[in-house]
Every structure is written in C-alpha cells, then in structure tokens.
C-alpha cells in the first residue's frame, strides 16, 4: 500500500530480457533503501514492483507479463526517469491517499499549460475508468497522488503545484505523453457492493442497494 506522495525520481539503469517477461534495475537516487529487504515492495511509476535484488545503488524487480500487458513498462529505455515511493508503514503519515500500486490503465496527456504558478494539465482517461473519477477526488498518475479538478467529455483535468512538479517526473509532462492512471480504491468497491454479485454465484449478495442508500440519506438519484 502506498500514498503517491513520491519520495525521491530514480532511472532505469538496465533492462533483461527474461524468457517473455522484464528483470529491471532501477537506481533510486535520494532514496533512502536502508530499510528496504528483499520482498518489499516500490511504486515505480505507480506499479507495485517487488525488491528481488538490492545491489546497492537501487534495487531490481521482475516484471510479469500481466503487468506489462497494462502499463507502460515495456515502452522502457534505460535511462528512463521514475516517480519512486517506498511501501506505507503504520505509522506513516498518510499525505496522499490509499494507493495500491495496481494500474487500472493508461491515460494520454492532451495539453498542458501554465496556470499562474502551478502547470494545469488535461488528461484523457480510458471509457472504462471515467465512471471512478469524480471532481475533486483523488486520482493517481505515474505514482503520484492529485486532485482531480474538474471532469472533461473523456477524462479530467488537474493542477500541479509547483513542489510537486519539481519532485517528479510530471515536471516534463508534455501533450501526447501517456500516463499511468490508478483511480480510488474506495469508488471500485462501492461499485462491486452496489452490484451485490459474487463471482460464484453470479446472484445478488448484497442489501447495500442505490435505493438503500438513497432511502439513508448517502445517496441522491
């Protein structure tokens, strides 16, 4: 679990071919790994990846298939620059919000501009994702914790503050750049409890129902 607060912007140091699937080596930079150990997890441009090997100047991960059918992973180059953050422990502050490190899919940049001192950017989102995404809610891109200003006809558009351009790689978010999108964890299980379908089964499970909710105040149809 993560927070998309990044941490430190690494590189791709070097890039394996592994009978169908990646061995990465990413460089971490600033990031402090002193109490990184083998298993642990890094979000990696917002992708959960798992620490296989701690060489000293990063660490390196396996990339399965699965994971590079839906992201960016094998568009990658060594030197390629990184938004890094390391697992969310307990007692952590949580700055951002609860992130998973599971990409729900790929966005695309359609224009960027200078909003005052923040960098406005409008990003167009898969038709599949639009419906988690909501006005002011939180939405990850490459890793990195933001706000959702206002929704567009195909996705949305939000505001980068300054430290947080600096401190990642969305400092040279251009138009036509895609993107790594992870929407809020919160909005897909309340879509699978108003469902009320158990895989198993394929038969209604759950009371937690629009009219329920809209009859308890949470809800206006």
């Given at each position: 679990m993560f927070t998309g607060i990044i941490e430190a912007v690494g590189r791709v140091a070097r890039?394996?071919?592994?009978?169908?699937?990646?061995?990465?080596?990413?460089?971490?930079g600033e990031l402090d790994l002193g109490d990184v150990r083998l298993g642990d997890s890094i979000a990696t441009n917002g992708v959960c990846l798992t620490v296989v090997e701690l060489?000293?100047?990063?660490?390196?991960?396996?990339?399965?298939?699965?994971?590079?059918?839906?992201?960016?992973?094998?568009e990658w180059k060594s030197g390629s620059a990184v938004n890094l953050?390391?697992?969310?422990?307990?007692?952590?502050?949580?700055?951002g919000h609860l992130v998973s490190g599971h990409v729900d899919g790929v966005g695309v940049i359609r224009s960027r501009e200078a909003d005052a001192r923040s960098i406005r950017l409008t990003v167009e989102a898969p038709a599949e994702l639009r419906r988690y995404i909501a006005a002011k809610g939180s939405i990850t891109v490459d890793g990195v914790s933001l706000t959702a200003n206002a929704l567009t006809s195909n996705?949305?558009?939000?505001?980068?503050?300054?430290?947080?351009a600096?401190?990642?790689?969305?400092?040279?978010?251009?138009?036509?750049?895609?993107?790594?999108l992870e929407v809020d964890m919160?909005?897909?299980?309340?879509?699978?409890?108003?469902?009320?379908?158990?895989?198993?089964?394929?038969?209604?499970?759950?009371?937690?129902?629009?009219?329920?909710?809209?009859?308890?105040?949470?809800?206006?149809?």
């Open positions: 890039i394996e071919n592994r009978q169908g699937d990646l061995r990465l080596l990413i460089e971490t060489p000293g100047n990063g660490f390196v991960a396996d990339v399965s298939r699965e994971s590079l059918a839906h992201t960016r992973i094998g953050e390391k697992a969310l422990q307990p007692t952590s502050r949580l700055g996705g949305f558009t939000l505001n980068l503050v300054p430290h947080t600096a401190r990642t790689t969305l400092i040279s978010a251009a138009a036509g750049q895609q993107v790594h919160i909005a897909r299980y309340l879509e699978q409890l108003l469902k009320g379908t158990s895989p198993a089964t394929a038969e209604p499970q759950s009371r937690l129902t629009e009219g329920f909710l809209a009859q308890h105040g949470f809800w206006k149809p």
